[in-house]
Every structure is written in C-alpha cells, then in structure tokens.
C-alpha cells in the first residue's frame, strides 16, 4: 500500500484547508485510514480516522466540530476538511493506514505511512 498525501498550505486562522490522501495497492474494508500531525517539537498525535467502509469515524478533541474525514472508495482517496483552523493546527501531517482505532484513540500503530503535508496557520 501506498499513501501519498496533498493538499497543505499556509493559511490564517478562521481560515479552511483540505487535505487529501491518494492510496494505491489493496486496500480492505474493514481497514482503518487516517490523519495523524506532528507539530514542531512535539510528538506525532492522532488526528482522524474513518473505516475504509465509511462505516465509522473517529477524532481527536482538539479536532471534533471543526474537521471531518471522509472516503471516496472510487477514486481510492481519504480526504480531511479542516474549517476554523487555528494555531495550534499548524504541523505536518501524515496519512496512515490500517491501525486500531476506538473513541479513546489509537490503539496500535499504523503500518503504512505517507510522506507529510505541512499545514501552516497564522494567527
């Protein structure tokens, strides 16, 4: 499986960005896809998940009301709405494929990654 992740740019607060993740190889429904970020200086943190089914959808706090991940199983991509950006939404960040995922979080790592999309907020 390949992940190839698009989409980042330099916004301002208040402002929206979409992100993409275009996956190649064979992919199973029953598969968790998501969005994790890491900001400067600090550890990578979930951000989103959703079943390659669309069936369920899981975030983080910092993120619930304001980001939506979705799937589009034809063109093979999972996509992540980000309104009412802020600061702190400022890091690079990943797509990632086939992990455990319960409202608590993560519960194993995921065992593809793609490369980064760095998200700029200005304040």
């Known amino acids: 499986v390949q992940l190839q992740a698009s989409g980042g740019g330099v916004v301002q607060a208040g402002d929206s960005l979409r992100l993409s993740c275009a996956a190649s190889g064979r992919i199973f429904s029953h598969w968790n896809m998501g969005w994790f970020r890491q900001a400067p200086g600090k550890g990578r943190e979930f951000v989103a998940a959703i079943r390659w089914s669309g069936e369920l959808t899981y975030y983080a706090d910092s993120v619930k009301g304001r980001f939506t991940i979705s799937v589009d199983n034809a063109k093979n991509t999972v996509s992540l709405q980000m309104n009412s950006l802020k600061a702190e939404d400022t890091a690079i960040y990943y797509c990632?494929?086939?992990?455990?995922?319960?409202?608590?979080?993560?519960?194993?790592?995921?065992?593809?990654w793609g490369r980064g999309t760095l998200v700029t907020v200005s304040s």
């Open positions: 990632a494929a086939t992990f455990s995922v319960t409202e608590g979080g993560p519960t194993t790592n995921p065992n593809w």
